[in-house]
């Protein structure tokens, strides 16, 4: 794959691409009338949206045909993890995708990128913000992986965006407008573990939009007299247009807006107004605002959840957060002055129109009606304006004084609709014809568009007029006959013998002639589908080769994952032959400083005890820094510490020091696949953890593998964030100025059916929140013996020293005797009893049995 970019001249920096969503065909048009430089979109089938309409292929190929024909490109979304029996569909999707014309395609699953790295490169690929990639040394794994473009993650800042793109030959993506997760993209696993809806497999229940509380040990709700609101994880609205400039200036290549979700209207607007805010670049540079106060408006009122930044600056803190609502505010309309019989007389601060949606603000909730006839001053009217007293029909509760929103504008939607209406498409490029001949001769049309020209000629010879000679009214009407196609004639040179006549039909099929040749694909789409065939024969042999190679005879081991030194100790004592040591640096508790990494080595290494050094499952580049001098000093200790990478940049960061540095991966780089498993194996991982994700029949083919580890008990991370909820709320301000009270005591955020989700605090104020119940397949603990499960994972990271020496022994136990082979020996009951004694809170077998399929 070429990641270089053409030569751009000394100084100037390449337009930037504005990058529209699209759920529906309606929706597509609609980013294209208004301006997109750029499309995503995603198909039935492997979409992170895949409750949007999305795309058969018949509608794809409508789609980019559209597109190419006003020069938009069009990228695909095969973001979603996939599954072993998927792969078979996956390709043959991969090829008719290709053989359309998509421009790209975007993708979270790293065997997918080694599957279209082998089969497919001529496909240009771009890593999804799934991928989690925020810093410099991701962004340099995803180039060595052949990826042309990068999707950050949304809470890389501008600083750090700027130090990428000075590192990097790739093109940067960010998100500037839209819905916001509240939780790192990719490393989510709320939705699928409490619903059963993957958020890496596009069915995301958004669960970040419900209602929590922050409670302490005692279940006191500790927010009951701050009035914020109880939607503690639904973030604003991004909003950048105003800051385009920096972006443009920091590198950034292309401004994705989010909205595949999103009515065609939303669509509309929001790339109509952003487009208008980038030709303003062009015209103006830097000077004055890219919108004006009545665009502003529009941008606010298509839909909103409130506007934030998002961490653009900094980290934000609360102010990220809409914890009033999570759905559209609306803008202020007004207020209510009084009642009557069928009616309200409302005072007007915007401009309100028969059939706007609007919202009123009551002590008893909100009440939502549409707009039917206005009065002022016992008039009808169509519209009322801001100033003005009006009346309009009303017949719920509401109280002088209440708050009055619009949350649908009708006129604005109407706007809307009608730049993307059938049979009135504006987005028309200018076309310069030269019409010339002599009588008796073949006329020439010579068509020229941008870098393109095109020569036609008439199916006949001129002649001479007998009554209406050609002239240069009647050659620019027919000629400027264009109707729906994407052009429109700007100039039109005749050049032709006076008294010359050519039959109206001969002009007509000229210029459809010349169409057709402009609008005649010039993307050469050149594998055959024998050559794209024995690719994949080759990719098979080549995976079960490696297959074969990595069955290991390495006795199976129980892993155990610990987070300071005290539980370290504790795991020993109870006969751990595997322990991870690191992760989080958890603000509630000691921790593993680096001497204590290298003299928990020693110890290990000293008693037998196969010891990892996890590292962190999130970092900027700042932290990466800061780790990469750690790993500095480990790499001149005597015997160098295996390591277990959590993210793609820490795998680079280690290749910079010793590519034959020994490392696992974790869990968090979501291992779904054989070409996943056989991409890190290939990498030179000694093992592998795999996707919690995994139904027990997808686990057992990925057993026949070697090396590979699975999470059977322990704390499930839900999510990691950037904003942290309790020192948001509780602690003044989040960050430096933090009073620390996430250390005071132990918070929870409960839900609307009164479950506690633990929170952790890192030394980083990243919030770490964790499923209620603990997994637990002790259970299944005979079926993964069966599965030939190389390692079974212990995550005991929030777990006291009792504890994980208890259940450190319960499991080892179980583990060794099914080992032996005596499963009659064995039964669970004992176990059970001790395992639920210390989790009163309950147990959940996770997706072993559910999947998420």
Not at 265 to 273: D, G, K, P, S
Not at 415 to 434: H, V
Not at 666 to 695: I, K
Not at 813 to 821: N, S, V, Y
Request: glycine share 8%.
């Amino acid at each position: 794959m070429n990641n270089q970019r053409e030569a751009v001249v000394a100084n100037e920096t390449p337009p930037l691409e504005l990058l529209a969503p699209a759920g529906s065909f309606e929706a597509f048009k609609a980013a294209v009338e208004n301006g997109a430089d750029a499309v995503y979109l995603g198909g039935k089938s492997f979409s992170a949206r895949a409750s949007a309409a999305n795309f058969d292929l018949e509608e794809l190929h409508k789609a980019v045909r559209y597109a190419h024909e006003r020069q938009v490109k069009v990228y695909l979304t095969v973001n979603i993890l996939i599954a072993d029996q998927e792969f078979q569909e996956l390709m043959d999707y991969l090829y008719a995708v290709y053989d359309i014309g998509v421009d790209a395609v975007i993708l979270q699953d790293l065997g997918v990128a080694s599957l279209i790295r082998a089969i497919l490169p001529e496909l240009e690929i771009h890593a999804s913000t799934q991928m989690t990639i925020n810093t410099t040394w991701g962004a340099q794994h995803m180039e060595r992986l052949g990826f042309y473009r990068v999707v950050l993650a949304r809470e890389t800042s501008a600083a750090e965006i700027k130090t990428l793109a000075a590192s990097t030959p790739l093109d940067l993506e960010v998100f500037v407008h839209g819905a916001l997760c509240v939780c790192y993209s990719g490393q989510c696993l709320m939705s699928s573990f409490i619903g059963g809806r993957s958020g890496n497999r596009g069915t995301c229940a958004q669960p970040c939009r419900m209602t929590y509380q922050l409670v302490n040990q005692e279940r006191k709700n500790l927010l009951t007299v701050k009035n914020l609101g109880e939607h503690l994880l639904s973030p604003k609205d991004l909003n950048l247009v105003e800051d385009l400039v920096e972006l443009k200036e920091i590198g950034v290549h292309s401004l994705k807006v989010e909205g595949r979700m999103k009515r065609p209207e939303y669509v509309a607007t929001v790339i109509r107004l952003y487009r208008k805010a980038l030709d303003r670049i062009e015209r103006q540079g830097e000077n004055g605002p890219l919108l004006t106060t009545e665009e502003h408006q529009e941008l606010l009122q298509i839909f909103n959840r409130d506007f934030t930044k998002g961490y653009l600056r900094e980290n934000p803190g609360a102010d990220l957060m809409s914890y009033s609502r999570p759905n559209n505010r609306g803008t202020r309309l007004g207020r209510v002055v009084s009642l009557n019989s069928g009616g309200l007389d409302l005072k007007l601060e915007a401009a309100i129109h028969s059939g706007d949606g609007i919202e009123f603000w009551t002590g008893r909730g909100r009440e939502g009606i549409t707009v039917g006839n206005i009065w002022r001053d016992k008039q009808q009217v169509n519209d009322g304006f801001p100033g003005e007293t009006v009346q309009i029909e009303f017949s719920g509760v509401a109280r002088p004084g209440d708050r009055v929103f619009k949350t649908n504008d009708a006129k604005l939607m109407e706007k809307a609709r009608e730049s993307f209406q059938e049979g009135k498409e504006q987005r028309k490029r200018p076309l310069t014809m030269s019409l010339r001949g002599h009588i008796g001769d073949k006329l020439t049309l010579e068509v020229v568009e941008g870098m393109r020209r095109v020569r036609v000629f008439s199916a006949n010879p001129a002649q001479k007029a007998l009554k209406r000679p050609l002239t240069w009214d009647y050659a620019n009407q027919q000629l400027g006959r264009l109707g729906t196609t994407p052009f429109w004639l700007d100039q039109l040179v005749v050049e032709v013998d006076e008294g010359l006549m050519l039959p109206v039909s001969d002009l007509n099929e000229m210029r459809r002639k010349a169409v057709e040749e402009l609008l005649r694909e010039t993307t050469q789409r050149n594998v055959e589908r024998s050559l794209y065939r024995q690719r994949i024969g080759k990719w098979n042999n080549e995976l079960a080769k490696a297959r074969l190679s990595s069955a290991r005879s390495n006795l199976p081991l129980v892993s155990v994952a610990v987070s300071d030194p005290e539980t370290l100790e504790a795991a020993l004592k109870s006969g751990a032959k595997r322990v991870l040591i690191g992760g989080e640096h958890w603000r509630s508790r000691k921790n593993f400083k680096i001497d204590e990494i290298r003299s928990g080595f020693e110890t290990c290494r000293k008693q037998g005890v196969d010891c990892v050094w996890r590292l962190p499952r999130v970092l900027n580049e700042t932290q990466s820094t800061r780790l990469l001098e750690d790993l500095k000093k480990a790499a001149l200790w005597p015997d160098k510490p295996k390591l277990m990478v959590s993210n793609l940049g820490e795998l680079e960061m280690l290749r910079s020091l010793d590519p034959n540095w020994p490392f696992e991966t974790d869990y968090s780089l979501n291992v779904f696949n054989e070409a996943s498993l056989a991409h890190f194996l290939h990498l030179g991982a000694q093992r592998v953890t795999l996707s919690p994700e995994l139904h027990h029949e997808q686990l057992a083919h990925l057993a026949k593998w070697g090396g590979i580890e699975y999470f059977v008990f322990g704390d499930l991370e839900m999510m990691v964030s950037e904003y942290c909820p309790i020192g948001s709320t509780l602690g003044g301000k989040q960050g430096s100025h933090c009073s620390g009270v996430c250390v005071k005591e132990p918070h929870y955020l409960r839900d609307r059916l009164e479950y506690d989700f633990p929170l952790e605090t890192d030394q980083e104020c990243r919030m770490h929140l964790y499923n209620v119940k603990v997994l637990n397949l002790y259970e299944e603990l005979p079926q993964l013996k069966r599965m030939g499960v190389s390692n079974i994972r212990l995550q005991l990271t929030r777990q006291s020293p009792e504890q994980v020496g208890l259940i450190v022994k319960v499991f080892l136990e179980a583990w060794d005797t099914l080992q032996l082979g005596n499963r009659s020996l064995w039964t669970p009951d004992q176990g059970m009893a001790e395992l639920t004694s210390m989790f009163p809170q309950g147990f959940t077998k996770g997706h072993f049995f559910r999947g998420v399929l």
